[in-house]
C-alpha cells in the first residue's frame, strides 16, 4: 500500500473511537433552566435599558443628532456619486476630443 503525503495509517478501532467522540461532541446540549433564566433576565434587562433611554431627554437629544448626521453622510455620499459621474463625463468628453479625427 502506498500513502499521499499527509495520510497515515489509523487503526479501525481508533477510528471508530474517534467518530463516537465527534458525534458526542456536536450533540446539542440540552437547553438548562439556568440558561433559560439568563435569557429571560437579558430580554428584561434590555427592555429596562430601553424604557430607561425612551425617557431620558439626554439620550433623545443624542439619537436625534446621530439620525441628523447620518441623512447629511447619505447626502454628501449620494452628491459625491453625482459629482463623480460628471467627472466621468468630462473625462471621457477629453479624451474623445484628444483622438485624431478621421479625415
Not at 495509517?9 to 446540549?29: N, P, Y
Not at 447626502?75 to 463623480?84: I, N, T
Amino acid at each position: 500500500m502506498t500513502l499521499k503525503p499527509g495520510e497515515q495509517v489509523v487503526q479501525t478501532s481508533t477510528l471508530m473511537a474517534l467518530r463516537d467522540q465527534i458525534a458526542a461532541l456536536e450533540k446539542a446540549a440540552p437547553v438548562t433552566a439556568g440558561c433559560v433564566s439568563e435569557k429571560a433576565e437579558v430580554a428584561s434587562l434590555t427592555s429596562q435599558l430601553a424604557d430607561a433611554r425612551a425617557g431620558d431627554p439626554g439620550y433623545q437629544k443624542l439619537q436625534t443628532r446621530v439620525n441628523e448626521l447620518q441623512n447629511r453622510l447619505s447626502q454628501s455620499q449620494q452628491r459625491e456619486a453625482e459629482l463623480r459621474k460628471k467627472l466621468n463625463e468630462l473625462v471621457q468628453i477629453e479624451k474623445n476630443a484628444r483622438l485624431p479625427q478621421g479625415h
